[in-house]
C-alpha cells in the first residue's frame, strides 16, 4: 500500500513569511510523528498525535511552531514568521499506535529554505 | 536525557565484506531499538526493530543485536554489495512511542564496486 507522503517535496520562502507543511500518514496509523534533520544536528523529535491529540507540545522548537491533526489522519506543520535558522529537511513519520513493539514509517520529508 | 552515539561515522569497504556497525545509548531503560537507512535525499527506510526484551532481528544480509544492560546495539551486514552504500541511523525508543525516538548522527557507508 501507499506510504507515508508529505508536501511539498521543496520550499523555499523568505525569512518573516509563514509556511504550512503536510503529511498524509499511512491509512490506518493513528500514531504520527514529526521530526526535523538539520545539517549537523542529526535528526531531533518534535512532536506527535495520537489520533488528533498532540499531548506534549515540548519539543516544538519556539512558539512559532504549531502542528494539527484532523480527523485521524493528515496533519499539518505550522512555521510562523520562519527564520533562517528553521531551514532544515521535516520528517512525518506514522505508525499503527503508540506503543513499544510499533515500528516507525518516515515519508520522503520537506526540505524548508529560508532566504 | 538519552543520548545515540554511532561509532564510525564513516566507513568505506569493498564490495563483499562483511562489516559491522555499531551504537551505543546512554539510558538502558528502553522499550526498543529501530535501525535504518538513508539514501543521498530521501526519507528513512525501516531496517529492523529490536524490542528490549530481544536479543536480535535478522532480515536477509542484515542482523541486528542489542544488548540493553550494556547500552549498545551492533548491524551487522554480511556479503556487502553497492548498493548498500547508504547512511545508517540507530534510534531508540524510551517512552514506549510516546516521546519519538532518539537517533545518532549516523554513518555514512560506501561499498567500493
Known amino acids: 500500500g501507499a506510504g507515508v507522503s508529505q508536501s511539498p517535496s521543496n520550499k523555499v520562502t523568505e525569512k518573516g513569511k509563514d509556511v504550512e507543511l503536510r503529511c498524509d500518514p499511512i491509512s490506518g496509523h493513528t500514531a504520527l510523528y514529526w521530526y526535523r534533520q538539520s545539517l549537523g544536528q542529526g535528526l531531533e523529535f518534535l512532536i506527535y498525535?495520537?489520533?488528533?491529540?498532540?499531548?506534549?507540545k515540548s519539543g516544538l522548537p519556539s512558539d512559532r511552531f504549531s502542528a494539527e491533526r484532523t480527523g485521524g489522519s493528515v496533519s499539518t506543520l505550522t512555521i510562523q514568521r520562519t527564520q533562517q535558522e528553521d531551514s532544515a529537511v521535516y520528517l512525518c513519520?506514522?505508525?499503527?499506535?503508540?506503543?513499544?513493539?510499533?515500528?516507525?514509517?518516515f515519508g520522503p520529508g520537506t526540505r524548508l529554505t529560508v532566504t | 536525557k538519552q543520548e545515540v552515539t554511532q561509532i564510525p561515522a564513516a566507513l568505506s569497504v569493498p564490495e563483499g565484506e562483511n562489516l559491522v556497525l555499531n551504537c551505543s545509548f546512554t539510558d538502558s531503560a528502553i522499550y526498543n531499538l529501530q535501525w535504518f537507512r538513508q539514501d543521498p535525499g530521501k526519507g528513512l527506510t525501516s531496517l529492523l526493530l529490536i524490542q528490549s526484551s530481544q536479543r536480535e532481528q535478522t532480515s536477509g544480509r542484515l542482523n541486528a543485536s542489542l544488548d540493553k544492560s550494556s547500552g549498545r546495539s551492533t548491524l551487522y551486514i554480511a556479503a556487502s554489495q553497492p548498493g548498500d552504500s547508504a547512511t545508517y541511523l540507530c534510534a531508540v525508543d524510551s517512552g514506549g512511542g510516546a516521546d519519538g525516538l532518539t537517533f545518532g548522527k549516523g554513518t555514512h557507508l560506501i561499498i567500493q564496486p
Open positions: 498525535f495520537q489520533g488528533n491529540s498532540a499531548p506534549d
Open positions: 513519520a506514522s505508525s499503527w499506535q503508540i506503543s513499544r513493539i510499533h515500528e516507525q514509517y
